[in-house]
């Protein structure tokens, strides 16, 4: 290893991750983690779960302690964002106006919700931060009636938290259920029942055009002819990455940083990590994105061991996420790919547990369980080695009736 200045721009989990793997490898060169915020590093995935739903509002959790950075050696610049990147004379230029010297860069700086507009141009209100999270309480608390636009993860999961705390729920879906790319047709409708069985209002097929108006009287104009009125809306119609800062940069760029298999961009020496990776995946083929949790930490600590090494080991990590609903827990690895098979081999839809295997032309793209936890791990195994379609049915047939 002949770098010492590794600059991490990003105090994500993924920029987290490829630090604490630099310095457990051995790294013992210079550190800088870039971050835009300025409160430690906080875990995001709860902010629409738990910390949403939970009566006594308790804060995020930070992602490590406070005393972690200076035990390692790693010098965390809170409120300095990375906003230029020159490769020649191989400076990271931040918001301060400082000039970081690099011997290899980790590009991890994310993505963010993609804004949705009142007429008037002003920003809805998201969930992203925790003061997005600290004003989604009080708008909660103080309406009692909160508008989502978007159908997705972010959507349902906030939808499923405020109902927890007694709030009216309306969601604004533009497809015709929700989810529905990506679980499938049939798991979709069970989660769009899931959450009308809760006594949300589920508009789905229907897409916002244009919104008036301002806190307490918002007025949404929608495909349909109609108007919704509303005092409170919150925004998730989906991410964009945090890539402004390297446009010119000799960078490549295509709906985030484009990365091989081993996260190394097309400049030495600059690998990209997390949601911000456009890379290379041995398992699904092509370049993909994968916005969440585990990947990011994979990916993170895998940049780490090739900038070590200066190897080019390759990420295969299978795709993998959670989400919480009404105190469902689903998971699921790999990807559901349009026109898959959907087949229930455990449990029934409608209830609270069931098992979907995912998987088309011989092919076994992904499993997804609901209560269903301890029946993943043979399945897994089948994604990570590319077993076909009859394998995987065959191992349902095998575990009948001996899953719980």
């Not at 002949?2 to 630090?19: D, E, F, K, M, Y």
């Not at 009308?196 to 307490?216: A, I, K, N, W, Y």
């Not at 295509?254 to 990590?273: F, I, K, S």
């Amino acid at each position: 290893m002949t770098a010492r200045n590794v600059v991490i721009a990003g105090a994500s989990v993924a920029g987290l991750s490829a630090a604490d793997a630099l310095r457990d490898g051995g790294f013992d060169g210079s550190v800088t983690i870039l971050s835009d915020e300025r409160e430690l590093p906080y875990d995001r995935p709860p902010l629409s779960k738990e910390l949403l739903s939970a009566p006594e509002q308790p804060e995020p959790v930070a992602l490590r302690p406070a005393e972690h950075y200076a035990a390692k050696r790693l010098d965390l610049r809170l409120g300095h964002a990375a906003v230029g990147l020159d490769i020649d004379r191989r400076f990271v230029v931040t918001s301060d106006g400082a000039a970081l010297p690099w011997d290899a860069v980790v590009i991890a700086t994310g993505s963010r919700p993609k804004p949705l507009r009142t007429a008037g141009g002003a920003a809805l209100p998201v969930l992203r931060t925790p003061q997005d999270l600290r004003a989604l309480r009080l708008a909660a608390a103080l309406y009692g009636d909160v508008t989502l636009v978007g159908s997705s993860f972010i959507g349902l999961e906030i939808a499923a938290s405020l109902r927890a705390r007694g709030v009216d729920v309306t969601v604004f879906g533009a497809t015709p259920l929700p989810l529905g790319d990506v679980v499938g047709p049939e798991v979709a409708a069970d989660i769009r029942d899931l959450h009308v069985s809760h006594g949300v209002s589920m508009r789905t097929g229907v897409q916002v055009l244009s919104v008036d108006g301002g806190p307490g009287a918002y007025t949404l104009h929608l495909s349909d002819g109609t108007e919704h009125h509303a005092p409170h809306v919150v925004a998730g119609i989906g991410v964009q990455p945090n890539d402004e800062w390297l446009v010119g940069s000799g960078v490549e760029l295509d709906a985030g940083v484009l990365c091989d298999a081993a996260g190394r961009t097309n400049v030495p020496g600059v690998y990209a990590a997390g949601d911000i990776a456009h890379f290379e995946h041995p398992l699904l083929g092509g370049r993909t994105h994968v916005d969440h949790w585990t990947n990011a930490v994979q990916q993170g600590r895998l940049v780490a061991a090739n900038i070590l090494s200066g190897g080019a080991a390759p990420h295969s990590g299978l795709p993998y996420y959670w989400t919480d609903q009404y105190g469902r827990r689903f998971h699921s690895y790999g990807r559901r790919r349009p026109g898959d098979d959907a087949v229930v081999v455990e449990g029934a839809l409608g209830t609270e547990e069931y098992l979907v295997l995912y998987g088309s032309s011989g092919e076994f793209h992904c499993v997804l369980s609901c209560g269903r936890e301890r029946s993943l791990r043979g399945y897994r195994k089948l994604l990570q080695r590319g077993a076909t379609w009859d394998e995987a049915l065959q191992l349902a047939g095998r575990s009948a009736g001996v899953t719980a």
